[in-house]
């Protein structure tokens, strides 16, 4: 039986230091998972964290040691970086034990949610979806990952970025409200996670507005860093 249409291809990221590739799954991501991001977006930092999706296919896979074009998307006017750790998944299961889920974790990347956030704002205020905001085209940038076997699994270290070689975030992996075993561990009491899954684990504070010809670098101490400019 054949496929009435080309099938699309499956987004993979490579894997550092390896002709290997990660074939990617779902994109989860959590919301408000730094205190001080939590507080600059009006929130309170004891709420219980929450998760939205972007496809797949948002991926944009970005080179280390390279400048990405990364296109600034239609309908909006207000597009926002925000830096994140992203934890790719080798293993799934339901109800995963905190005290187990790290063992999950295949292995780190850095990522950027990127997100039309007056579009964001309008679906907050009319109660609706995010998805117009946060899955455009090439929404989410990420790179190379490394293996949780060669650089461990990092719960401490700067994350920051840049726009034109000034710093508009900083904040250190040590400030999320949850690690990533907890986010591992409370995400499979909704879904059954698979290998492939990756999660964008939250974001600090800083974020805000890029525009074109504007140059970003994302950085996560110990994982990498990769630059993209707005085109």
């Excluded at 249409?5 to 990221?13: K, M, Y």
């Excluded at 949780?148 to 401490?156: D, L």
Aim: charged share 20%; with cysteine.
């Amino acid at each position: 039986m054949l496929s009435v249409i080309q099938n699309p291809p499956r987004p993979a990221l490579p894997i550092f230091g390896s002709e290997d590739f990660f074939p990617v799954r779902r994109v989860y991501c959590v919301g408000r998972n730094y205190r001080a991001h939590a507080r600059e977006m009006g929130a309170d930092e004891r709420d219980p964290p929450f998760f939205f999706l972007k496809p797949a296919d948002t991926l944009q896979l970005v080179s280390e040691g390279e400048t990405a074009e990364h296109p600034y998307p239609p309908r909006t006017g207000n597009y926002h970086f925000e830096v994140e750790l992203v934890a790719a998944l080798g293993r799934g299961g339901r109800d995963i034990p905190v005290e187990t889920a790290g063992t999950h974790v295949y292995g780190y990347a850095v990522g950027l949610d990127m997100t039309r956030r007056d579009l964001q704002d309008e679906a907050k205020r009319l109660a609706r979806p995010w998805e117009m905001g946060k899955a455009a085209d090439f929404s989410a940038p990420v790179g190379a990952l490394r293996p949780a076997g060669t650089i461990g699994h990092p719960a401490s270290g700067a994350i920051t970025l840049q726009v034109d070689g000034t710093e508009r975030q900083r904040g250190d992996l040590s400030e999320m409200i949850w690690s990533v075993p907890e986010q591992v561990a409370l995400l499979s009491t909704y879904f059954e996670l698979h290998p492939g899954d990756l999660i964008f684990t939250g974001t600090p504070s800083g974020v805000g507005p890029v525009a074109r010809g504007q140059t970003m670098t994302a950085r996560v101490e110990g994982v990498g860093a990769i630059t993209l400019r707005v085109a």
